[in-house]
């Protein structure tokens, strides 16, 4: 983490968020669940077009690649063998005079309570385990301890020998899977970047060991187009090559894609190049092989993987302080998301420039269905003055605003319509023959 | 529950799921975990397309409907306010002689234990709460505890004020959501059809009272075309209209919709008229007003609600066991999977008749990429014999076989394609001109 940040504000964003109805704070009307976020209209469309976007991308658009969906709570065998039960933990102290609990390890002063502001006050930090921990089945004992996954990369791996069966793919093939992941965060903070529950999008991808280091560098190439289809910076991601001390004892290289948040160059995705760890833990502990079977009768091995890990509200973020933009128009400050159309919840808006005369809004109701047949994501507005509409379309990212007045019916400029674009607030004048392929412009 | 049964049997159905890579037992290879499923690469390419056909049918395609995304882990005032924590409940009985554990209501006969043989055994049945608990932060006690949700229509109805501050809708108006639900079954069965861990797809659509009977009505329609989307046979679902003394007391009308499952008529989905019931909840519990303000000036009133409530993987499950067939074809009997187009996870399988024929392979491989480009979802498949692929192609209901053979690349036929049809086995020649639109018939 450097001290380097963006000019956009964290609040700013949070603001507009809540606002417009991409992301609320989880259980709002309770007074909250500390580090979980409710998704608003705006923001699933949002989250929902990333993680499509991702899908087509790395799993449904490629032949070497295979989705699965596991199940959230697993047999707690999985935690054993791949090792959370035993370290996947926090460093935990006490207040000794108020009792508030905090992460040791991101206290700025260990000797001074953020809650109560006494001094001196903790004791020893002990190990704290992430894994929300709960029962599954009628019995409440060892035997039925379950957790909430703290990965989809364990999903994965207990369904290698599956996908295998089923599919026999030849390697290198990968297998991919979305899904929410859960961590007990001591301190959840930065709104939703660290969080107690979110969605990854996992890829472990199976090599021949001698292969590793090419196939790496494919994934260093693939996950930047990735962020150029999010619209962010090139200047903004930065490549953190992990040097050894830092990396998981059994990681032999890993690339952290670090992104220039307003809090800090902090992690967006992680590149890791695992071995075959994962896959002997589960010999292992299972009894069962790992072992893939060449179709050309050479010998038996355990792949190696290399697992690209995108989160999916570290990429939303990222993609909100990317597009989020300020400027002025005549005198007056101006905020628009300049979001790249395949993201765009709303590709274009609709609006009559009168809502009580029949003919035009007729009209603007004709044109929206067309568009909506045709581009989907087309949202009809037929409140407040023009002036306002804009505003609020450019405030959620919406790419066009067609406006359907009186010259759309009749005289010189019959069936054409004003086309008026986000990033620029240039309007032209557009035939209605032309209106949905310039809608569909990227 | 009435006998009738669907001549499908389910161990069909579950093997085939297992086979050819739809549906696996989590945990599989740590011997499992009773009740949670994994979907394999077919088996989520068929659940996305389930879930993505509802969400165009029932959000993105209409003016009216919000989607949220709430998330799984709520406050627990939450299941406080919606009388979960009290009554979510089975009646548990345990046998004295071996200790298993038992719902008193499913047992054939409750002297008997199913676990070990022993009659008379059982004492009274205690109520046992079907929510998963865990612990949310980093102190356990009774202020951290958290549930996760068994259902998403908490998340709706928590999120009311939210969607009408940021978007200000006419009423009437929905809100949908699809996401994960847990219950703890004391005996999960039935594959995926009582499961611990499923998805669900709900809408609460908010009315004024005096129209609940119209609107009702209209949801009525609605889920027979969802039905009918899917491939369901209308004779094999039926309206259950719920009798007062089986309904729940808020409610004033349920129908449950059923399906001839082959494990008897069971419940598809539910339609519910659930009054103010939920909106007021939050009220007593969050001293928050709930109450929408027309537009139009007139009295604030706090909607009443109308809730269809989706299983994913009833309605999964329902679309396998209607389009599973078996048939004969040259004295072989063959099985199929008559999926509707826009449900089946692969459109088009293409396939070179010789793969050791660089010409033959290329133009194949053209082929498939055009397909790949146009269609989408196409599949390469260069081993194996025809037959065999075919046999294969059947049983993950692939619409469109294309093969390439030697007269695509000269003579007469130069250019043109063997297409085969799944249901009917019917193969015809047809022009490559013409197979991008042949391969996306319906």
Not at 80 to 93: C, R
Not at 199 to 226: G, R, T
Not at 263 to 272: K, N, Q, S, W, Y
Not at 277 to 289: G, M, T
Request: charged share 30%; glycine share 6%.
């Amino acid at each position: 983490m450097s001290e380097h940040k963006n000019e956009v504000k964290l609040e700013d964003i949070v603001s507009l968020a809540k606002r417009r109805g991409f992301i609320y704070p989880g259980s709002d009307v309770y007074g909250g669940l500390a580090g979980t976020w409710d998704y608003g209209p705006l923001g699933v469309s949002l989250k929902r077009n990333i993680m499509n976007l991702w899908w087509q991308m790395f799993v449904d658009g490629r032949d070497d690649m295979y989705g699965v969906d596991a199940a959230i709570l697993m047999n707690q065998k999985v935690w054993q063998a791949s090792g959370h039960v035993d370290t996947f933990t926090d460093p935990l102290v006490e207040c000794n005079t108020c009792h508030a609990r905090h992460r040791a390890d991101k206290l700025d002063d260990a000797n001074k309570c953020p809650n109560c502001g006494q001094t001196g006050t903790f004791g020893e930090a002990k190990q704290f385990n992430m894994m929300f921990k709960t029962n599954v089945g009628p019995v409440d004992d060892e035997n039925s301890v379950s957790y909430l996954r703290p990965e989809t990369a364990q999903g994965i791996f207990t369904n290698f020998k599956n996908v295998v069966d089923s599919f026999y793919p030849d390697v290198p093939f990968g297998i991919g899977q979305q899904g929410k992941a859960f961590r007990n965060e001591i301190s959840p903070r930065d709104f939703v970047f660290r969080s107690r529950e979110f969605e990854q999008m996992e890829i472990e991808y199976f090599v021949k060991e001698e292969n590793w280091e090419a196939e790496f560098e494919k994934w260093v190439e693939l996950c930047k187009q990735w962020f150029t289809a999010l619209g962010l910076p090139e200047s903004s991601v930065h490549e953190l090559e992990v040097p050894e001390e830092d990396r998981a004892h059994y990681s032999k290289r890993t690339i952290d894609f670090e992104f220039d948040y307003p809090i800090g160059r902090e992690e967006l995705m992680g590149l890791a190049y695992r071995t075959d760890f994962d896959l002997k833990n589960i010999e292992r502990v299972s009894k069962k092989s790992m072992e893939y079977r060449p179709k050309d009768g050479s010998d038996s091995y355990v792949p190696h993987v290399i697992e690209p890990s995108f989160g999916v509200e570290r990429a939303l973020m990222a993609v909100l302080v990317s597009a989020y933009r300020e400027d002025e128009q005549n005198g007056e400050k101006r905020i628009f998301l300049a979001l790249p159309y395949d993201l765009a919840p709303i590709k274009v808006a609709v609006c009559p420039l009168a809502k009580n005369n029949e003919a035009l809004v007729a009209k603007a109701r004709d044109i929206y269905a067309m568009l909506k047949e045709q581009v989907g994501d087309v949202l009809w507005i037929d409140s407040g003055n023009i002036g306002k509409n804009y505003r609020k379309m450019d405030e959620i990212g919406v790419p066009y605003v067609v406006t359907v007045d009186f010259e759309t019916l009749e005289g010189d400029q019959k069936d054409t319509v004003t086309l008026r674009h986000r990033d620029t607030t240039n309007q032209e004048r557009v035939e209605l023959s032309n209106l949905i392929s310039e809608s569909k412009k990227r």
